[in-house]
């Protein structure tokens, strides 16, 4: 059965104290894994999408990394306004039509 | 500018009682799709459509009930089988096969 697992499931942090948050996943193939930012009450906003192992992009004070069974989300000099829960999801080919499968998500409180 | 509307943000149902949530894009994205959301458990999938008068069951459609009378609009409405509707409910929208999503605010709804 297809997994995405995140973790930890909170993560308080100092301002500029870095971190990163693990998405671990274990699916019959991967055609791309996705990271999102979620404010309270909203709807998630899209950061970033990772398509074979190696991968990194970087927007801001975040970067994203991929491996053949977990993704990275590396935070670097974190401030409050990054104060957010982050969402995985990835698709596979057997869902070339669209549907994402989601973790459950890491909530991160930037504290100054 | 382009993206989701959904309404209304917050939504009381009584007991017995059948909701429609409103949903409208647009992306001109052929593909959209309801998600449920709960605390401390990843989005699940509860309908998607990947084009008008389309749309197939994802795995939590138990309950709830689509249409796709238009590309623009996707309403959502939970009916009075489904036992527990108290959730934050989400609609996103693609384009098929494309990597990713574009989400909207989000309907809160609560059964009282």
């Known amino acids: 059965e297809d997994q995405v697992t995140q973790s930890p499931e909170a993560l308080r942090l100092q301002e500029g104290e870095s971190s990163s948050l693990n998405c671990s996943y274990t699916?019959?193939?991967?055609?791309?894994l996705f990271w999102y930012r979620q404010d309270p009450g909203k709807g998630p906003e899209f950061l970033f999408t990772?398509?074979?192992a190696g991968e990194e992009k970087e927007k801001e004070r975040l970067k994203a990394t991929l491996t053949k069974k977990e993704s990275f989300l590396h935070i670097t000099a974190p401030k409050p306004e990054d104060s957010a829960t982050y969402l995985c999801a990835v698709q596979t080919p057997t869902d070339s039509w669209g549907k994402l499968q989601f973790g459950a998500g890491t909530q991160v409180v930037v504290t100054p | 500018d382009g993206g989701i509307t959904q309404s209304p943000k917050y939504l009381f149902r009584k007991e017995g009682q059948n909701v429609t949530l409103s949903c409208e894009q647009n992306?001109?994205?052929?593909?959209m799709y309801w998600y449920r959301q709960d605390p401390g458990q990843g989005l699940r999938l509860i309908y998607y459509s990947q084009i008008v008068n389309d749309f197939q069951k994802g795995d939590i459609a138990e309950g709830y009930s689509v249409s796709r009378e238009k590309k623009e609009s996707f309403p959502l409405t939970v009916t009075s089988a489904q036992k527990n509707p108290t959730a934050f409910y989400l609609c996103?929208?693609?384009?098929?096969?494309?990597?990713?999503?574009?989400f909207g605010s989000g309907t809160r709804l609560t059964v009282v």
């Open positions: 699916v019959s193939g991967l055609r791309g």
């Open positions: 992306l001109n994205h052929d593909a």
């Open positions: 996103a929208s693609s384009i098929p096969g494309s990597y990713g999503y574009t």
């Open positions: 990772l398509y074979s």
